[in-house]
């Protein structure tokens, strides 16, 4: 059974830095696509930021472009997510998600991932 646990969650202010950790469980992530999606209070679940297989390939929301990086260390069986320049709308729950199909471009559309994480608090303040 696959399990996904984030980390590295927490509070700071506009402007700083998070680095969130996704370990996964119960599967090699090698050929698989990673996704992270967040979700703030009222708001719908939305896409931030995906990433091929082989880590070549990378997708991001117009939001975080140019402040978030995801990466991945398939030895660890990790993916991350690098946020910088943090603003007090990236505040959210932030979850992570394995794709079910082995695609070649990591999809923004949380339909494609079955798998998801519990989520870890991410508060931005201003």
């Known amino acids: 059974q696959v399990q996904l646990v984030e980390s590295g969650g927490g509070l700071v202010q506009a402007g700083g830095s998070l680095r969130l950790s996704c370990k996964a469980s119960?599967?090699?992530?090698?050929?698989?696509?990673m996704g992270w999606f967040r979700q703030a209070p009222g708001k719908e679940r939305e896409f931030v930021a995906a990433?091929?297989?082989?880590?070549?390939?990378?997708n991001y929301a117009d939001s975080v472009k140019g402040r978030f990086t995801i990466s991945r260390d398939n030895a660890k069986n990790t993916v991350y997510l690098q946020m910088n320049s943090l603003k007090p709308e990236d505040t959210a729950v932030y979850y992570c998600?394995?794709?079910?199909?082995?695609?070649?471009?990591?999809?923004?559309?949380?339909?494609?991932?079955?798998?998801w994480g519990q989520g870890t608090q991410v508060t931005v303040s201003s």
């Open positions: 998600a394995l794709d079910r199909e082995t695609r070649w471009y990591p999809s923004g559309n949380f339909d494609a991932y079955d798998y």
């Open positions: 119960g599967r090699t992530l090698g050929t698989y696509p």
């Open positions: 990433i091929g297989g082989s880590g070549g390939i990378t």
